[in-house]
């Protein structure tokens, strides 16, 4: 339709984006990976992968396996630690003038506050994200995110420390996601990620055994995106004024385009990177398509645009 300006930019409670697109945390390592590949300045912005302040190695391979519509993986947490990634990965990144939002990691409260502590004021970075489903040392090894009070400790203390805005990131099978999403947004969070992978596992029957070093890892991929798009949708419903960026699944434009309906106000591309570099540009342009057919300017205006007929079941049940 004519006469309709359109921009694919988003403002993510101040963090402004030239795409709606976002390379995953873990999935694009620490660009350096992709550099070679695709037009890193298309990308709207990239995570890193999950920055402790120790470095850390990580699980033991084998790390990857395929399943039917996804891929189950097993990495830990392996990064260079915040330090190294400060110096040596963040300075390549900004020349190649990429928004990049640090992921966060650590495994005790303390851990999480000396990552953030490096990061702060650190000019190449837009945003953080914080992981939570990493083994918290101070409770049994359960992760961080089994419990709303620990998840917004530890949000809080990192959204208290930053000079940028803070997502915490969440795994979707939270009986109470809603009021996790509340609690780390009450806690400081500026938004939200949704979802980290779910946990899953393979076995190969050949050599009876696991076919993760990790045994069980997080399922991503195709697999997810129901799972993931339900999750946004929930917590999307609950906070519509909360920036919310939706990551599952995602490998075309109509799965992005899925997600913006359902609430998200961008989107995150992971396993679709690593089998298409070019994946979130052609989703990009994908989504230009869409707005243009629509006759709309900008990815926001997709936001409270799924038509939502007959009686809703009330909120946080599940209509099955
Ligand atoms: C190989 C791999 C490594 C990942 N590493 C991290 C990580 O370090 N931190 C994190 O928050 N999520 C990590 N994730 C999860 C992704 O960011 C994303 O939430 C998940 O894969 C779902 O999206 P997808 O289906 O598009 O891959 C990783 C995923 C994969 C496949």
Request: net charge positive.
């Given at each position: 339709?004519?006469?309709?300006?359109?921009?694919?930019?988003?403002?993510l409670?101040?963090?402004?984006?030239?795409?709606?697109?976002?390379?995953?945390?873990?999935?694009?390592?620490?660009?350096?990976?992709?550099?070679?590949l695709?037009?890193?300045?298309?990308?709207?912005?990239?995570?890193?992968?999950?920055?402790?302040?120790?470095?850390?190695?990580?699980?033991?391979?084998?790390?990857?396996?395929?399943?039917?519509?996804?891929?189950?993986?097993?990495?830990?947490?392996?990064?260079?630690?915040?330090?190294?990634?400060?110096?040596?990965?963040?300075?390549?990144?900004?020349?190649?003038?990429?928004?990049?939002?640090?992921?966060?990691?650590?495994?005790?409260?303390?851990?999480?506050?000396?990552?953030?502590?490096?990061l702060?004021?650190?000019?190449?970075?837009?945003?953080?994200?914080?992981?939570?489903?990493g083994?918290?040392?101070?409770?049994?090894?359960?992760?961080?995110?089994?419990?709303?009070?620990?998840?917004?400790?530890?949000?809080?203390?990192?959204?208290?420390?930053?000079?940028?805005?803070?997502?915490?990131?969440?795994?979707?099978?939270?009986?109470d996601?809603?009021?996790?999403?509340?609690?780390?947004?009450?806690?400081?969070?500026?938004?939200?990620?949704?979802?980290?992978?779910?946990?899953?596992?393979?076995?190969?029957?050949?050599?009876?055994?696991?076919?993760?070093?990790?045994?069980?890892?997080?399922?991503?991929?195709?697999?997810?995106?129901?799972?993931?798009?339900?999750?946004?949708?929930?917590?999307?419903?609950?906070?519509?004024?909360?920036?919310?960026?939706?990551v599952?699944?995602?490998?075309?434009?109509?799965?992005a385009?899925?997600?913006?309906?359902?609430?998200?106000?961008?989107?995150?591309?992971?396993?679709?990177?690593?089998?298409?570099?070019?994946?979130?540009?052609?989703?990009?342009?994908?989504?230009?398509?869409?707005?243009?057919?629509?006759?709309?300017?900008?990815?926001?205006?997709?936001?409270?645009?799924?038509?939502?007929?007959?009686?809703?079941?009330?909120?946080?049940?599940?209509?099955?």
């Amino acid at each position: 339709m004519a006469g309709v300006k359109q921009t694919l930019s988003v403002d993510l409670a101040g963090i402004r984006l030239a795409s709606p697109v976002v390379a995953a945390s873990g999935c694009a390592g620490t660009g350096r990976e992709l550099a070679g590949l695709t037009d890193l300045r298309r990308l709207g912005g990239l995570v890193t992968r999950s920055l402790t302040f120790e470095p850390s190695r990580g699980w033991p391979g084998p790390r990857v396996a395929e399943t039917a519509s996804g891929i189950v993986t097993g990495v830990g947490l392996q990064n260079p630690g915040v330090r190294a990634f400060v110096a040596e990965d963040l300075p390549r990144l900004a020349r190649a003038g990429i928004p990049v939002m640090a992921s966060v990691g650590g495994g005790s409260l303390q851990g999480y506050i000396r990552a953030a502590s490096i990061l702060r004021g650190e000019p190449g970075i837009v945003g953080l994200e914080v992981y939570l489903s990493g083994a918290d040392e101070e409770n049994r090894g359960l992760p961080f995110y089994s419990r709303i009070d620990r998840m917004a400790e530890v949000v809080g203390a990192v959204s208290r420390l930053s000079t940028v805005p803070v997502f915490a990131k969440l795994p979707a099978l939270l009986p109470d996601l809603v009021p996790a999403a509340r609690g780390c947004i009450r806690a400081g969070a500026h938004g939200l990620t949704l979802i980290d992978s779910v946990p899953g596992m393979a076995v190969d029957v050949r050599r009876l055994r696991p076919r993760l070093g990790a045994i069980i890892g997080g399922l991503s991929g195709p697999a997810i995106r129901p799972i993931a798009l339900a999750a946004v949708f929930r917590v999307a419903q609950d906070l519509p004024q909360v920036p919310v960026m939706g990551v599952g699944g995602i490998a075309t434009a109509e799965d992005a385009v899925e997600f913006l309906l359902a609430g998200a106000w961008a989107v995150q591309v992971g396993t679709a990177l690593i089998v298409n570099p070019s994946a979130p540009t052609e989703i990009a342009q994908g989504i230009a398509g869409y707005l243009k057919a629509k006759g709309l300017a900008s990815p926001g205006d997709l936001r409270e645009r799924m038509r939502l007929t007959g009686e809703q079941p009330a909120r946080g049940t599940s209509a099955s």
